[in-house]
């Protein structure tokens, strides 16, 4: 039955519909081959984090380098034949005081800013778009809880869509039927999430199954959906464009098929998208795709 209603959506998704949510985006949040580093910052809390790293980066090259420093004049200047006779002290109080504090002021240091940017992630602000997400064996649910529709989202090129999570013709032309190439594969989905740009999206997340983790590193969030208990997370998207996620907590042998696709759309686009979503998948049980979501 569901296999039934997942190849209807496949169809469903090649209406009028999706095509306005993803004319003209630009795919934004994706891995890049070859490239090292993070994806470009869409909210304010990625470029929080990418920040944050940057600079424990910078302490932490810092302190090899002073380390590797401190290894080599030991080596050259006290091995044997440089330092024939060694000394025979054992303690220095004022070097073990510096070792001792040192470390402890440089933890304090990072503590000060990694701890606001933690809180700025888990303090929930009041939500203008609310999501419920929940993770399956091996696909997302999303409910849109302000306005009664829902939908599931698969990988393009897994079971529930006629594919073998494997790419073929086939996979490839569903891939660019929905607007996607093949470069895609394993991250493009066949629907999608859609939200208004610079509008705050909160999100509540759950598992059916097993633990999952819903995560979008271009916008700087990752939280667990674990089964029998809700957890939340917030992002406000300030770029329109297409992002990609994936299930980021090992859950079991499909667990690199479930990818997640967000679009982010200015917000008469969203209303537009929103009006014709609630008009014909209004009260639909979440189990059915709703296709339009893409």
Same mark, same amino acid.
């Given at each position: 039955? +569901? ?14 519909? !999706?095509?306005? $949510? ?5 795919? =934004?949040? #994706? ?42 004049? =030991? $080596?050259?200047?006290? *091995? +044997? ?12 109080? !004022? ?9 402890? %002021? ?13 809180? #700025?992630?888990?303090?929930? !602000? ?44 086939? %996979? ?25 740009? *610079? #509008? ?16 979008? !590193? $271009? ?17 406000? $998207? ?23 696709? =967000?679009? =982010? ?20 049980? +979440? ?8």
């Amino acid at each position: 039955m +569901r296999l039934t209603s997942s190849l209807m959506a496949v169809l469903a998704a090649l209406s009028a519909l !999706p095509a306005m $949510a993803q004319e003209g985006l630009e795919i =934004v949040g #994706k891995p890049v081959d070859g490239e090292l580093g993070f994806q470009p910052a869409a909210t304010e809390l990625a470029r929080d984090l990418q920040w944050l790293d940057g600079m424990i980066n910078v302490i932490i090259i810092s302190i090899v380098l002073f380390v590797t420093v401190l290894l080599a004049i =030991v $080596a050259l200047r006290y *091995n +044997r034949r440089a330092n024939a006779t060694s000394a025979t002290f054992t303690h220095n109080s !004022p070097i073990e005081i510096a070792w001792t504090i040192i470390p402890i %002021v440089i933890l304090v240091f990072i503590g000060a800013f990694s701890l606001p940017i933690l809180f #700025k992630q888990q303090e929930i !602000p009041e939500g203008e778009v609310h999501i419920k997400v929940t993770g399956y064996q091996w696909y997302w649910g999303y409910e849109y809880t302000d306005h009664d529709f829902g939908f599931d989202s698969y990988m393009i090129g897994s079971p529930a869509t006629g594919g073998e999570n494997r790419m073929t013709p086939d %996979v490839e032309t569903q891939l660019v039927e929905a607007g996607f190439s093949k470069d895609e594969f394993l991250l493009a989905t066949d629907t999608s999430v859609v939200v208004p740009v *610079n #509008k705050v999206v909160v999100m509540q997340l759950t598992g059916a199954d097993v633990i999952h983790s819903w995560t979008i !590193p $271009a916008f700087g969030v990752k939280q667990d959906a674990v089964p029998g208990r809700l957890s939340q997370l917030w992002f406000k $998207a300030e770029k329109e464009g297409i992002y990609f996620g994936q299930c980021s907590e090992l859950c079991g042998q499909a667990h690199a098929y479930m990818p997640i696709t =967000v679009k =982010v759309v200015s917000e008469a686009e969203y209303e537009q998208w929103l009006e014709g979503a609630i008009e014909e998948y209004a009260g639909t049980p +979440r189990s059915v795709d709703v296709a339009s979501a893409n």
